[in-house]
C-alpha cells in the first residue's frame, strides 16, 4: 500500500542525506517535495497544509538545523507528524462493548465498499479475539444479495447468522425481529449491515437516522474504500453528521498506491480509523495503528504486521513436527510437503514483501527479482507430485524410481521432469538439513529459493 506516497517521501529524504547541516533553503525546497507528494497521493488539502506547518516549525529550530545528522532527524520530525495526523497511537480498546449484552454495531457505507465482507471480517475478529457469541444480520432492502451474501459470509466466517423470515417486510421490522432475536439467543454482540448507496442522498441518510433511532447503537462504524483517496473523508463527515459515528474501517488498503483516505479521514472527520482490510479474506482485518503505517509510508516497513501475518498462516505444530525430524536427521517426504503447503499458504508474497524495510523504494526491476525467487504455482505443482506419492514412498524416497515416478508424474498432472525436480529440490533440503545443529529453530522455508532446477 500507499507505493507512489512512500517512493516520492522517500526520494525526497534520501536528497539530504551526507548534508552536514540543513539551511532554511534545504528545508523549504524539501517540504515543497513533500507537499507535493500528499496532493499526489489524493491527500485533502486542509491536511496537508497542517502537516506541512507542524514539519516546517520542528524543522526550522534546533530540533533539526542544529543537529549532527539533519537527514535523520528530519525522517523523525516527518514520521512524528505523520503518526499525528493518523490518530497519534492506536487505541487501546477498539470495540469496548461495556453494556448489557447484545452489544449492537451499526455498519453502515456507500455501496462498493466492502460493507457486508467487513461485517464478516469484524464478526470473525470479534469471536476470535474477544471470544464473543456473534449473531450477524442485514437490514438491506434495497439489495437482496446483500443478506444472502452476508450470509454465506457468516458461515464462512463461523458467526451465528439471523435471517427474516418474511421477505416482503420494510428494514424497521427486520431490524427489531433480529433485535429481539439477539436478546433471546444470549448473544453477546449482533453486527447490523445496513443498506447503502451508489452516492450520498437524502433516502439513505432518513433511512440510517431512523435505523439508529431503533438500534441505539453501542457503535457506529463506517466502511470507506480507500480507492476513493480524500473523498472518502468527505463522505465519513457527511455520513458522521447523520449518524454520530465511533470509528472508520478502511478497505482495500492492498490497492491504495496513494494513501489519501488514510491520511485524511482522521483529521477531517476528528473520528478514529478502527480497523484497516487488505484483501478479501475474512482474517485480512487489523487494528489500525498509526506509528506501524506511518513506518510504512516511510519506506521503514512494518515489521510487526509481517511476523503477524506469517504467524497466521504458519503451522507451528507442523514446524516443529519438520524440526524434530531434521534433529533427528529424518527428515523425508512427508517434511518437505508439509514446507511446501507453508509456503502455499503465503500466496501474497506481495503484500508481505511490502511490509518489508526499503521494499516500496526499490526498483521495479529489483522487486521483481525478489519476487521471482518466490514461485508459488512451481510449489503448487511439486505439492501436487507429493500428494501423488504413497505414505510410504513419502517416508522411504529411495523407492521413488522409474516406474513409480510415471505413476506419479500421471496421478499429479505433471510431466517426469516435474517429478525429478522435486526429487533433486528434496534431497538438496534433505543435505541441508543435516547442517542443521540439535536444538537449532531455523526454518528451512528460505531455501526453497536457492535450488538449481536447470
Not at 339 to 362: A, C, H, R, V, Y
Request: net charge positive; aromatic share 4%.
Amino acid at each position: 500500500m500507499f507505493n507512489q506516497l512512500t517512493q516520492n517521501i522517500s526520494k525526497t529524504l534520501k536528497s539530504l542525506t551526507g548534508k552536514g547541516r540543513l539551511s532554511e533553503t534545504n528545508i523549504q525546497e524539501t517540504l515543497k517535495d513533500i507537499r507535493n507528494a500528499l496532493i499526489d497521493a489524493d491527500v485533502a488539502l486542509p491536511v496537508v497544509q497542517k502537516f506541512i506547518k507542524s514539519v516546517h516549525e520542528h524543522a526550522v529550530g534546533q530540533e533539526v538545523m542544529g543537529s549532527l545528522k539533519p537527514a535523520e532527524t528530519l525522517t523523525r520530525v516527518v514520521n512524528d507528524e505523520l503518526i499525528e495526523i493518523l490518530g497519534s497511537k492506536p487505541l487501546e480498546n477498539p470495540l469496548p462493548l461495556n453494556t448489557k449484552p447484545p452489544a449492537v454495531i451499526l455498519v453502515a457505507g456507500l455501496q462498493g465498499a466492502g460493507k457486508t465482507t467487513t461485517v464478516a471480517k469484524l464478526g470473525k475478529w470479534l469471536k476470535e479475539q474477544r471470544n464473543k457469541h456473534v449473531l450477524a444480520t442485514s437490514i438491506d432492502v434495497q439489495r437482496p444479495a446483500a443478506i444472502e451474501q452476508l450470509e454465506k459470509l457468516s458461515a464462512k466466517a463461523e458467526i451465528d447468522f439471523y435471517k427474516h423470515p418474511h421477505a416482503k417486510d420494510n428494514f424497521e421490522a427486520r431490524l427489531l425481529s433480529a433485535l429481539d432475536h439477539a436478546r433471546k439467543s444470549q448473544h453477546d454482540v449482533i453486527l447490523v449491515d445496513t443498506a447503502g448507496r451508489l452516492h450520498i442522498d437524502e433516502t439513505l441518510m432518513t433511512e440510517l437516522e431512523k435505523v439508529h433511532a431503533i438500534a441505539k447503537p453501542d457503535e457506529v462504524l463506517l466502511v470507506v474504500d480507500s480507492m476513493m483517496g480524500q473523498d472518502a473523508a468527505h463522505v465519513a463527515k457527511s455520513f458522521d453528521e447523520t449518524i454520530p459515528m465511533t470509528g472508520t474501517i478502511i478497505t482495500k488498503l492492498d490497492a491504495d498506491v496513494r494513501g489519501g483516505a488514510a491520511l485524511s479521514i482522521v483529521e477531517i472527520t476528528q473520528k478514529p480509523i478502527v480497523f484497516i482490510c487488505e484483501g478479501e479474506h475474512l482474517d485480512k482485518i487489523d487494528q489500525f495503528d498509526p506509528t506501524r503505517i506511518a513506518s510504512q509510508i516511510l519506506g521503514m516497513g512494518d515489521i510487526v504486521s509481517l511476523v503477524k501475518q506469517v504467524e497466521k498462516q504458519v503451522d507451528e505444530k507442523r514446524s516443529k513436527e519438520t524440526m524434530a525430524k531434521i534433529r533427528k536427521n529424518r527428515f523425508d517426504l512427508d517434511a518437505f510437503q508439509g514446507q511446501l503447503e507453508e509456503m502455499i499458504k503465503m500466496d501474497n508474497m506481495e503484500s508481505m514483501m511490502g511490509k518489508l524495510p526499503g521494499f516500496n523504494t526499490m526498483s521495479e526491476e529489483m522487486k521483481n527479482q525478489l519476487k521471482s525467487q518466490i514461485d508459488i504455482p512451481l510449489f503448487k505443482k511439486m505439492l501436487a507430485a507429493t500428494q501423488a506419492m504413497t505414505p510410504k514412498e513419502r517416508a522411504f524416497p529411495d523407492l521413488i524410481k522409474g516406474s513409480r515416478k510415471r505413476r506419479i508424474a500421471l496421478g499429479s498432472g505433471n510431466d517426469i521432469q516435474m517429478v525429478n525436480k522435486v526429487m533433486k529440490r528434496f534431497k538438496m533440503m534433505q543435505k541441508m538439513s543435516k547442517k542443521v545443529k540439535p536444538g537449532s529453530n531455523s526454518n528451512l522455508l528460505n531455501k526453497l529459493k536457492d535450488a538449481d532446477f536447470n
